[in-house]
């Protein structure tokens, strides 16, 4: 664990500019700089770099974040790695708590690792130049050398003991250990007195290393060259490789994903370095197994769009459909995920060589989306004329809204199903015991049931998460209520206290219920923000700054209505003076609005001549405070 006091003095000490202008070309646009994304495709710079937050932002995309941040999403680092690389820059080490001895070992077990395969790649790289059969093979398939050279293909050779030649004899307990370890060699069964045997796993194949973001060697796959079984064998799991966490060629895509704005997930190691050489470098693959929700946690991380290209075969759209349970429960309106079929008899890497680049482009753009596939597999094999195909279908699809998250994309395909089944939404809805009407973050909608105030709204809600658990009933007159206008100052007090967490943690708890009084009069999710908000700058040191504060938002639950306030944010910047002017002013009017409850109280006393000397002296209380405050 890395101290958040030093990634904070880190961030205070590296320019955010200077980081971010070795990949992107910024030029000055009043307080901030400008380019053009590095994430979307764009013509006109919407990204915008600001030197006082020490921040980026693009109005396009909607990406942003801190140094750390940026080199996370454009390297392909991970939090401590962009860290490091960042203290690296300025000559500092990073702190560390001290591991655990299972922890030193672990790490000492993974530099070894990664130093051995390293090697073992080098070997069969050298040894693919003095094959010529290989390198035929290989020419057969379309593949140039610099193709070859990029994924860092070679080959191995047909022979037991091959690697003893780099690592030495695999009758020494400590060179066969670490090559067991590595999923290199094979260790046999011992009968007896009879030394087990030792022998190379990859043999008389074509080798693919499999690489993971930084570009180190953690696996390999072997393609066999001729007939034989298996046609392609993995490295088994290792203390560096998880076949279910890893996708073949993302190391050598990333480039290439960010610039075509989308990623082409396929069967095998073939097919990636195939469509690399015919047009396609954004190409990735999994390694031999089901994708996985690390799989595709991984994809979405890299690209806003992934299509996944399968055989048309059963085997195919089987896969297909592992992908797409592996997919349901990540979706997000602002992703995309789609599904493209082959012919039965094509593979990518053949397709396109038979029809083209361009047939190949156009068949991606018109691949099928999640929600077709959707309707597709709830469907497959059942009658939808009958109504006992109908209800199967209707079943089927029960499991698969239970993890959909609550979005707008899951409104769209129950009003589609509902349409193929013959009923209505709502008693769709019913059924999976779901409700589609979902409080948008800052939509402007109030949340509270009509006729009822903020207050006594929270009273009559169930007191579980109100959202998934409010009664059919009130969901219905939320979702006929008109729009009512937006109390547009519990949004200012929020881009105040992001901006400045400072001010926040300042707050009496009398001025912090004030606020969320504020933020109820609009709704009930603006407030559950609020007070998160709130909390989180209570947090936040005295000297937090916005870049550091911004990363600490990003691991809310709230983190969405967070990212709407930062695009608000750097719209219109307060300075500090001006965030305390507002918030100042906010709290009087708020204490105004209470004063003036109050008087009405007590008027309504003596009007029915109730009031006791207690009510009256008070009257005169609030009466003078009143005309204080204007």
């Given at each position: 664990?890395?101290p958040r ?6 961030l ?6 200077d ?6 070309t910024l030029?000055?646009s ?12 764009e ?5 915008s770099?600001?030197?006082t ?32 690389d ?8 990073v702190?560390?708590e ?13 530099v070894?690792?990664t ?21 035929q093979?290989?020419?057969?398939r ?6 070859a ?14 690697l ?11 060179i066969a ?13 011992s ?10 796993r990859?043999?008389?194949r074509?080798?693919?290393?499999i690489r ?114 592996a ?29 083209g ?6 068949a ?7 929600s ?44 589609e ?22 409080v ?6 109030s949340?509270?049931v ?7 709204t ?20 939320l ?8 109390t547009?100052?519990?949004?200012q007090?929020m881009?105040v206290?992001?901006?400045y ?12 219920q ?9 709704n009930?999710?603006?407030q ?21 504060f ?9 983190a ?40 009405l109280e007590?008027t ?7 009031q ?19």
């Amino acid at each position: 664990m890395i101290p958040r006091t030093f990634i904070d003095d880190l961030l205070n000490r590296v320019d955010i500019v200077d980081v971010i202008s070795k990949s992107v070309t910024l030029k000055k646009s009043g307080s901030n700089l400008q380019g053009l994304c590095p994430f979307h495709q764009e013509k006109s710079p919407s990204f915008s770099v600001s030197e006082t937050k020490q921040f980026y932002h693009c109005f396009g995309c909607g990406a942003h974040g801190s140094a750390i941040n940026f080199l996370m999403e454009y390297a392909g680092l991970s939090f401590v790695d962009a860290i490091e690389d960042l203290a690296s820059t300025i000559g500092l080490s990073v702190p560390k708590e001290a591991p655990s001895a299972v922890g030193m070992a672990i790490q000492e077990q993974a530099v070894a690792l990664t130093e051995l395969l390293q090697k073992a790649t080098n070997w069969y790289q050298e040894s693919l130049k003095k094959n010529q059969r290989a390198i035929q093979y290989l020419k057969n398939r379309g593949l140039s050398g610099d193709i070859a050279k990029r994924y860092g293909i070679g080959y191995a050779n047909d022979d037991w003991q091959n690697l003893e030649k780099v690592f030495g004899s695999y009758g020494q307990d400590t060179i066969a250990k670490s090559l067991v370890e590595a999923g290199l060699i094979i260790q046999g069964e011992s009968e007896g007195r009879t030394i087990a045997k030792r022998y190379d796993r990859f043999r008389d194949r074509i080798m693919f290393p499999i690489r993971n973001l930084k570009g180190q060697v953690i696996g390999f796959g072997g393609r066999i060259i001729d007939h034989g079984e298996p046609k392609y064998l993995n490295s088994p799991e290792t203390a560096l490789f998880k076949k279910g966490q890893t996708l073949y060629g993302l190391f050598e895509a990333r480039k290439s994903i960010r610039e075509m704005s989308y990623v082409l997930v396929c069967e095998g190691y073939m097919d990636v370095v195939a469509l690399a050489q015919l047009g396609f470098p954004n190409a990735v693959a999994t390694l031999g197994t089901a994708s996985t929700e690390s799989h595709v946690q991984l994809l979405l991380r890299h690209s806003d769009k992934v299509v996944f290209s399968f055989d048309g075969d059963a085997a195919g759209v089987r896969a297909a459909k592992r992908a797409f349970e592996a997919s349901i429960a990540l979706l997000s309106d602002e992703k995309e995920i789609r599904f493209l079929f082959l012919p039965k008899e094509h593979d990518p890497d053949s397709f396109v060589r038979e029809m083209g680049g361009e047939v190949f482009s156009q068949a991606i753009s018109q691949a099928k989306p999640l929600s077709v596939f959707f309707i597709d597999i709830i469907g497959e094999g059942l009658d939808w004329n009958t109504a006992e195909g109908r209800a199967q279908a209707q079943n089927e699809a029960k499991v698969y809204f239970k993890k959909m998250p609550p979005i707008a994309l899951r409104t769209q395909i129950l009003r589609e199903l509902a349409k193929r089944l013959g009923i209505t939404q709502l008693e769709l809805e019913q059924f999976y015991g779901i409700a589609s009407v979902e409080v948008n973050h800052f939509a402007g909608r109030s949340a509270s049931v009509p006729g009822v105030s903020g207050l006594e709204t929270l009273k009559k809600l169930p007191k579980r998460d109100w959202q998934k658990n409010a009664d059919l009933r009130a969901m219905e007159n939320l979702a006929k209520q008109k729009p009512v206008a937006p109390t547009d100052i519990g949004i200012q007090l929020m881009r105040v206290l992001i901006q400045y967490p400072l001010l926040g943690k300042r707050l009496s708890p009398t001025q912090c219920q004030a606020l969320l009084k504020i933020a109820l009069a609009r709704n009930l999710q603006t407030q559950a923000v609020m007070q998160d908000l709130l909390e989180l700058c209570k947090q936040e040191p005295e000297d937090g700054k916005f870049a550091s504060f911004q990363n600490v938002l990003a691991t809310s639950v709230h983190a969405k209505a967070y990212d709407v306030l930062l695009k608000k944010v750097f719209e219109t910047e307060f300075s500090l003076e001006e965030a305390t002017l507002h918030l100042n002013g906010a709290l009087k009017k708020v204490e105004v609005e209470i004063l003036k409850q109050e008087m009405l109280e007590i008027t309504e006393k003596i009007n029915k001549n109730i009031q006791t000397n207690e009510d009256l002296n008070r009257y005169r209380a609030v009466v003078t405070k009143l005309k204080n405050n204007g």
